[in-house]
């Protein structure tokens, strides 16, 4: 026994060993090629926006084409209201999909928010969508696009990292919604 533990050869069938307990796992470990994103569903965060937030609350309508609602979180802390939407959008000509978050609030200055859900406080330009002037941000460094509009008591930036054409598209179809009866 002893003379497989030692020297050239021993060190070849531990190795060799060691590579068959490998090949077997990879071969008995499920193996998915789909790709799996989970779907949420934000119908109650606009709801309760609608009645909470002191503001007039924008949500996409309709959502683009095979777009998937990612994520929702609503917070209220110190009487500011904060409403992020995140999305994965359709699948490029490269197969992948890239990331859009819809970011509203109330808090004061409004270009606070903007600079922090931009990561960037340096405005490359306007362009007009639907009618209304939104503010394009870019930070290079972290592939990162904005679009930025203050309104009356409110802000709301769409930004992430999919192309301007992809952001233009999702803030053209924000609708603005009623507040909601108390």
Same mark, same amino acid.
């Given at each position: ?78 009487? @500011? +209201? #904060?409403?992020?939407? %995140? ?7 490269? /197969? ?6 819809? $970011? ?52 709301? @930036? +769409? #930004?992430?990292?999919? %192309? ?7 803030? /053209? ?6 507040? $909601?009866?108390?």
């Amino acid at each position: 026994m002893q003379r497989f533990t030692e020297g050239f050869r021993g060190y070849v069938a531990a190795m060799l060993i060691c590579l068959l307990g490998v090949f077997v796992f990879l071969l008995v470990t499920p193996q998915s090629r789909e790709e799996h994103i989970p779907r949420i569903d934000y119908s109650i965060d606009v709801a309760n926006m609608r009645r909470d937030a002191p503001y007039r609350v924008w949500t996409p309508e309709p959502v683009p084409a095979d777009w998937i609602p990612t994520s929702s979180r609503k917070t209220a802390q110190r009487g @500011v +209201v #904060t409403w992020r939407l %995140g999305f994965a959008t359709a699948k490029g000509a490269d /197969g992948e999909r890239e990331h859009v978050m819809l $970011a509203q609030s109330d808090e004061k200055p409004a270009t606070g928010f903007a600079d922090r859900m931009a990561n960037s406080n340096r405005s490359v330009g306007t362009v007009q969508i639907a009618g209304a002037a939104w503010e394009k941000r870019q930070r290079e460094d972290k592939d990162q696009r904005s679009l930025v509009r203050v309104l009356p008591g409110s802000v709301v @930036v +769409v #930004t992430g990292t999919a %192309g301007w054409d992809e952001l233009t598209a999702f803030a /053209g179809s924000l609708k603005e919604q009623p507040k $909601a009866a108390s």
